[in-house]
């Protein structure tokens, strides 16, 4: 690791592109991705996912890095020291936004551990007599459980937080990262050998322009903008220990790749398998933990194949949490002068506490807010609110307001060809502020 003026930078640039890959990569690609394609007629929706992801999930995660290398502190530091004004405020709905996702996303991890564990125990035997639906329905009613794997999930989340940077979150990346792909290339390449398979290749990559409707281009729209990790401040920490030398145009690049590679190679996973096995793919958000174990449970060595498909989940759910968690801590340590240890496990901490009334409420142990319950609210405040608004307004601060740092940012370290750079502007100014903000009336409604 090294030390600039200071603060913590990335050892190398594989250090860097593992961590913010991490980031990108998590519950979006492996778990929201599938259902929504599943739902939303397979290649059509991978189509208009992938045109999204180029036009401008990868400007606005551009913009993210050049203000979070160009200010050099954390999402709040950063606007305040860039241009000040009202926009720090965009940094700081990004901490909270960062918060808020943390404590509920630890829950559904824990999700991810307990089904690693429950593979080599009764959900096999369970799923293969039609019951994977009454064994996740128990496990979620049982909030205990769900309270003590979400504490798991979230100890081993501190941990690497409070190791730093380089010690921390570069190491523990460069390692999940190169595991998660070499996990999905087995589980695809079994997959793909299933009798049948190649009925869930057809719908996921052939598109059925019937099935094209705004909700599907809503859809692809939102997963591009979530799943990237943008507009919630990760990208501006993360960018904030980037050395000047580094080239924001490739590290992007590469990100954004292997964020798709690992999207599209799940579907390679799990399609081929559903239809294989004659499942519904539109079955939604129980596709991963209702589904796919009764799939798993009808193949030779099932339970392996369960621990295995999990263990992708746990790592790809824990490189984002770190960043999530990352987020909140450099602005704790940048504004009030908290130390790192002292940041990660009251900051960790905190938002385990924030989480247990998400996992109260999946089993109707803790009251609704506003017709949700306690994780559906923290959702909808998060995901549909605050990320949309950060996306918006980074955007316009990139394209209008710090137009001339955010231009001289990019090109430090590595110049764009001029059509893509003209693309950029032309997308951070126009393109993609009125197209979040068509996500976020229609999340809204």
């Not at 030390?3 to 778990?31: C, D, K, T």
């Not at 996990?183 to 009798?195: A, F, Q």
């Not at 322009?209 to 809503?218: A, C, E, G, P, Y």
């Amino acid at each position: 690791m090294s030390v600039s003026g200071g603060r913590e930078q990335w050892s190398s640039r594989l250090g860097f592109i593992m961590a913010a890959a991490g980031s990108a990569v998590g519950l979006g690609n492996i778990w929201r991705f599938p259902y929504l394609a599943g739902i939303n007629g397979g290649g059509i929706f991978l189509l208009l996912y992938l045109l999204m992801v180029a036009a401008i999930g990868m400007p606005v995660m551009l913009a993210e890095m050049a203000i979070g290398r160009g200010g050099g502190l954390n999402a709040v530091g950063s606007f305040r020291k860039l241009k000040g004004g009202l926009w720090p405020m965009v940094g700081w709905a990004g901490v909270v936004a960062g918060f808020v996702i943390l404590s509920f996303y630890g829950v559904v991890a824990g999700w991810t551990v307990a089904y690693m564990v429950k593979s080599f125990g009764s959900l096999m035997p369970q799923a293969l007599k039609g019951n994977a639906e009454g064994v996740f329905r128990a496990f979620t009613w049982d909030w205990r459980q769900q309270v003590a794997y979400q504490a798991a999930f979230m100890l081993a989340t501190i941990w690497i937080v409070y190791k730093g940077i380089g010690n921390g979150i570069e190491r523990y990346c460069k390692v999940m990262m190169p595991l998660l792909f070499v996990i999905l290339s087995v589980l695809m390449v079994r997959s793909l050998t299933l009798d049948g398979a190649m009925k869930g290749v057809e719908f996921y990559l052939k598109p059925d322009f019937s099935k094209m409707s705004s909700k599907t281009v809503l859809d692809a729209l939102g997963q591009a903008f979530f799943s990237l990790s943008v507009g919630m401040g990760c990208m501006i920490t993360y960018g904030s220990y980037l050395g000047n030398r580094e080239s924001l145009p490739y590290s992007v690049t590469v990100v954004t790749l292997m964020d798709v590679a690992v999207a599209i190679l799940v579907g390679f996973v799990i399609f081929p398998a559903v239809f294989a096995f004659g499942m519904e793919p539109t079955s939604g958000p129980g596709l991963i933990f209702i589904t796919l174990p009764a799939v798993f449970a009808r193949m030779p060595m099932g339970s392996a194949f369960s621990f295995l498909f999990f263990l992708l989940l746990f790592f790809a759910a824990i490189t984002s949490s770190v960043s999530l968690l990352e987020v909140c801590v450099a602005y704790f340590k940048d504004e009030f002068r908290w130390d790192r240890a002292r940041a990660s496990w009251i900051l960790g901490f905190a938002t385990f506490l924030l989480g247990i009334p998400s996992a109260l409420s999946l089993g109707g142990h803790f009251p609704k807010v506003f017709g949700m319950d306690f994780m559906g609210a923290m959702d909808f405040l998060a995901s549909n609110v605050l990320l949309p608004l950060g996306g918006i307004f980074i955007s316009v601060f990139a394209g209008w307001s710090w137009f001339d740092g955010a231009r001289e940012e990019v090109r430090r370290g590595g110049r764009l060809p001029r059509p893509l750079e003209a693309f950029w502007v032309f997308s951070c100014r126009v393109l993609a502020p009125i197209a979040v903000t068509w996500v976020f009336i229609g999340s809204i409604r």
